[in-house]
Nanobody, 115 residues
């Protein structure tokens, strides 16, 4: 059973930055994709960013140009660098991975942006 553990959430002012980390319990080189969803109260879950094993990355339109996802296979960790944060980025950010068609989820980390 793959375990994903997120860290790096917190409270920052608008315009600030945060870096989220998602550490996996096994080698992430086997994961076809890893990424982040977010869930804000009263909102639909949104796919924020994905990093594919071949190196491709994709982003939600709402975060393009501000967020960067990266994978470090040596540390079995995926990162989400979030810059120019806005109050509407406030949400629980949840890491996910896919291995052989099986989805795995972290428990989530709260990100709160104050105006």
């Amino acid at each position: 059973q793959v375990q994903l553990v997120e860290s790096g959430g917190g409270l920052v002012q608008a315009g600030g930055s945060l870096r989220l980390s998602c550490a996996a319990s096994e080698s992430i080189s086997r994961f076809s994709r890893m990424g982040w969803y977010r869930q804000a109260p009263g909102e639909q879950r949104e796919l924020v960013a994905t990093a594919f094993s071949g190196g491709t990355t994709t982003y939600a339109d709402s975060v393009k140009g501000r967020f960067t996802i990266s994978r470090d296979n040596t540390k079995n960790t995926v990162y989400l660098q979030m810059n120019s944060l806005k109050p509407e980025d406030t949400a629980v950010y949840v890491c996910y991975s896919i291995q052989w068609g099986q989805w795995y989820w972290g428990q989530g980390t709260q990100v709160t942006i104050s105006s």
